[in-house]
């Protein structure tokens, strides 16, 4: 009587349990396919949420403090995603953007002298983003370090320079470099104190001698992160020593070297996002490589309002087939009559030709109250924020501009330089 008591107490007990053992599996399922168990936003959003005026969106920002944080396409990571503090395109700054959530990874492409395709912002960059100066490779740039010049009362009267660029040199000697961040001194009279100048609101704490990539590296990198793919073609230096004609062939020959990388790894054209500021590049995808072609990316470079494309110019993209333009954040925004920012014309037009939308860059300037507003009349307004200043108070408004962007915008992902205030907002939002 009591083991058929015991055993029918048991058969109650499992039968309670089992759902809820069912429905806890279920959500671990979940969470994993979600990548939320590896994903680590950091103080940092934690920091722009206390910041914000009282308010619906601060609550509910609040209220998503104890996460989970997810892995999102909606992240996207500028030059890896971790470049507020890691140097731009190496290694450790792809790590950290993926752990801080960003779903999609940026490889801005270039080349070798030896037709080898690198991850850096321009073809010469490597004399602000790497430690080449202080290196015997030096002697190979397409113009060497020149020093400061002061005039007898020390008034700087010529700046230092230098040009260095990937295409100055093969495959091997350019992976003997290290990343550092992106900053040079223009009073430097040596090329040690060149390798100074960064920016008071990022860091030279990780700049210790950061991972260069090449794009098939970082092809792999990124597999083995979980992470999409959103190269970027960078068009020519024509100030460097060898030009990509001469390297290629032709321009579009170099277009097809950076899709050849993705066919040879086997990456399916649905996880990358072509990029370039280039518009016949993006046509050359779509013509000649419609997989890769179909969600290649037509990044704007406007810098004024005056070089906003007008609503029959977008149209015109639409027509010849480009379904996804790329503006910088200024160009979808603005502030109406009450102070509070709204979509851009701009914005209310890509939409109406059907263009989708996405967007850069979150996390690319310093403080709001220091670096993009006008204080005591010497800091000069970001180029980020050109058209919602009026509506900026604090570092807090991050959030807010990002809201606008992701609800009444409807940008389908967002570059950041710190890619977990990106994750933490999407997280919440329930953004995939």
Known sequence: ?????????????????????????????????RGRSSVQVGPRPFYLVDQMNPGPLKRKLEQCSAGPFYKTDFSIGHRGGGTLQFP?????????????G???????????????LVCRHDQCDLHTTTNILTTPLAAMCSRPFSPAEFDASGRLVKAA???????????????????????????????????????????DLYSTGATLLTHKESIDLLAKLGSKYTPELKGPNRNANLQVETVFGSHAAYAQAMIDDYKAAGVSPRKVWVQSFNKDDV??????????????????????????????????????????VAPPMWMLLTVNGSG?????????????AGLDIITWTLERSGRIVEEVLPTKGTAAPSFYY???????????????????????????????????????????????
Not at 102 to 116: H, P, S, Y
């Open 1 to 33: 009587m009591f083991t058929s008591k015991k055993a029918a107490l048991l058969l109650v007990l499992t039968s309670c349990l089992l759902p809820v053992l069912s429905s806890a599996d279920d959500d671990r399922e979940r969470d994993r396919d």
């Open 88 to 100: 731009e395109h190496t290694q450790e700054s792809h790590e950290a953007g993926a752990r801080m």
């Open 102 to 116: 960003a779903g999609i990874l940026e490889c801005d492409v270039t080349f070798t002298k030896d037709r080898q």
């Open 161 to 203: 320079s230098a040009l260095c660029c990937a295409s100055d040199l093969n495959l091997a000697e350019y992976k003997t470099l290290k990343g550092k961040m992106d900053a040079s001194d223009p009073n430097a009279k040596t090329p040690q104190e060149y390798q100074g100048g960064t920016a008071n609101w990022r860091t």
């Open 283 to 324: 046509l050359y995808w779509i013509k000649n490589e419609p997989a890769f072609g179909r969600q290649a990316v037509y990044l704007d470079d406007a810098n004024t309002l005056a070089d906003v494309p007008s609503a029959k110019e977008l149209k015109s993209y639409a027509a010849q087939g480009i379904r996804i």
């Open 340 to 352: 509070r920012i709204v979509p851009s014309q701009y914005a209310k037009d890509a939409k109406a």
């Open 386 to 432: 050109q058209t919602t200043l009026d509506a900026l108070h604090n570092d807090g408004d991050l959030m807010t501009t990002l809201d606008v962007l992701a609800k009444q915008v409807g940008i389908l992902g967002i570059f950041s330089d710190w890619s977990g205030t990106v994750s933490y907002y999407a997280s919440c939002m329930g953004l995939k």
